[in-house]
């Protein structure tokens, strides 16, 4: 039986737990066709094999989406295996173990920055050209409710973070970065904002003050 994601060529980033991986097992059951991306590689194998068993395929390339190299290998790869690239999902993202901003060191910031915000950014640029070249393409961006309602639980660099990811996917009839982004291959940039689930992700476990 088809549905809209059958065949569908989807990179989904942060897929090798939490929410990525869940968004990968139900792709998967629709027949989508995925490259998974996170950086840790037996996960990202696990979840691999439980997406085959639900009848999509499932393409294993471990990416930090900071790393720009990496990022060009993520799409590369995807391109030359499945043949194009349909959609984007910008998942990968994480917080700081401590979440008081009293707390929060600079390092702790910038890292959490850098996979959230700058990470997004750093790999639509890559696959733009694929994207463009085909003349059709989907970016999608998770963020969070934490963007709209920070709060203790997500963090002070975590919030700030998501809130910047949401400002990332404004359609393009404003003068934003998203602009120059996504206007080239697609007036779609959905930003899908979570709140509470029921999976604890890496972001809630761990957590310290």
């Not at 900071?66 to 043949?83: M, N, P, S």
Request: glycine content about 8%; overall charge positive.
């Amino acid at each position: 039986m088809s549905s809209t994601f059958t065949d569908q060529r989807i990179i989904i980033t942060g897929a090798s737990s939490g929410i990525g991986a869940e968004v990968a097992r139900q792709l998967a059951a629709q027949g989508a066709r995925l490259s998974l991306a996170a950086r840790r590689e037996p996960e990202l194998e696990a979840v691999a094999a439980r997406c085959r068993e639900l009848g999509g395929e499932a393409l294993v390339i471990p990416t930090d989406v900071t790393d720009r190299d990496q990022c060009r290998r993520l799409v590369e790869g995807t391109v030359a295996t499945f043949g194009g690239l349909d959609m984007l999902i910008n998942n990968a993202g994480f917080s700081s173990k401590v979440r008081s901003p009293r707390y929060t060191s600079a390092d702790e910031w910038r890292a959490v920055m850098a996979v959230n915000t700058l990470g997004p950014m750093v790999l639509t640029r890559e696959l733009l050209p694929a994207m463009s070249a085909q003349g059709s393409g989907d970016v999608v961006l998770v963020s969070s409710l934490a963007a709209h309602r920070p709060n203790i639980m997500a963090g002070v660099a975590y919030s700030a973070a998501k809130a910047a990811v949401t400002q990332e996917s404004i359609p393009p009839l404003t003068n934003t970065t998203a602009s120059s982004f996504f206007a080239v291959i697609s007036p779609r940039s959905p930003c899908f904002c979570g709140g509470v689930f029921s999976c604890y992700t890496p972001c809630v476990v761990g957590s310290r003050r």
